[in-house]
């Protein structure tokens, strides 16, 4: 997408890749050419595949855009326990040093968000710019942390379809359940279809992150704030707490009928926004 969030020529390079990094085997798609990156980092329960929206508009010449399944999700190695998200961000650098990346821009929905913060955290220098989707930076209370721990006994115990019927209204904005039925079916199919043990290692892991306040306003780049106004999990506040954190560069997209699932769900107007800070990171270097 141009600069104006006009369609691009299409990528001249796609590869579906698998690379063995720290032990495990994460695939991701990589599309488009150049010096230039885009990091895609899922959320839970989904997998790589959340971003085809994104990979079939914003790779292209000059900008590679790269969507790994993180470890224990889709196409990447199922893994037991818990992982830590500094274990997640781990695999991250693996794979960029993996496909020759140095830095690159990151962008993360909801879990995928906040395990992006965790590679701002650990690897500042390798972040050109960041985009925060349906996502909130504040760790997890004590109840919450209870409530991920029962909650990954649960998908042990129940595996993934009563979880994805329960919370499919969550993640879709319950109108577009109906406007844009492929995209409850695209969630519903990938929550589905999420190993139970992974999905358990994430909510257990996720249920210790730290606090990524500090972290948000030590960063120094472009970055972009995109919430839902039918989000059942990310508030206006939350969303304005991120882009003032960040700094007065930020930008924030606050869309209309629209749930937790904003690049699904309004593609046309996230691909824009994404657009519009991928030109700011080129400006900012």
């Not at 989707?133 to 006994?153: I, K, L, V, W, Y």
Request: neutral net charge; charged residues 20%.
């Amino acid at each position: 997408m141009t600069n104006d969030g006009t369609v691009a020529p299409a990528a001249t390079r796609r590869v579906v890749g698998r690379a063995s990094v720290n032990g495990i085997t994460i695939g991701y798609d990589d599309v488009g050419e150049g010096d230039d990156a885009l990091v895609l980092v899922h959320g839970h329960p989904f997998d790589r595949s959340m971003w085809r929206p994104q990979l079939a508009t914003l790779g292209r010449p000059g900008w590679r855009v790269i969507a790994p399944d993180l470890r224990g999700y889709g196409a990447s190695s199922i893994v037991t326990g818990t992982t830590a998200f500094a274990v997640f961000a781990g695999d991250l650098a693996a794979l960029l040093d993996h496909l020759g990346v140095r830095a690159a821009v990151f962008a993360g929905l909801s879990m995928g968000g906040q395990i992006v913060m965790e590679f701002c955290r650990l690897h500042p220098e390798r972040v050109r710019g960041l985009v925060l989707a349906a996502t909130f930076p504040q760790p997890e209370s004590e109840e919450g942390r209870r409530n991920r721990h029962a909650m990954a006994d649960r998908l042990l115990r129940e595996g993934m379809a009563p979880y994805a019927a329960e919370v499919l209204p969550k993640m879709v904005a319950p109108r577009n359940l109906v406007a844009v039925p492929g995209v409850a079916a695209h969630v519903l199919t990938m929550m589905r279809g999420a190993p139970p043990a992974g999905a358990a290692a994430a909510l257990r892991g996720r249920a210790e992150r730290p606090d990524y306040a500090a972290t948000l306003a030590g960063l120094a780049v472009p970055a972009l704030v995109v919430v839902g106004d039918e989000d059942a999990f990310t508030t206006r506040a939350d969303a304005e707490r991120m882009r003032d954190l960040l700094g007065g560069g930020a930008e924030l997209v606050w869309m209309e009928r629209v749930g937790h699932m904003p690049n699904l769900e309004n593609p046309a107007a996230f691909n824009a926004a994404v657009a519009r800070l991928l030109a700011a990171v080129a400006a900012h270097d």
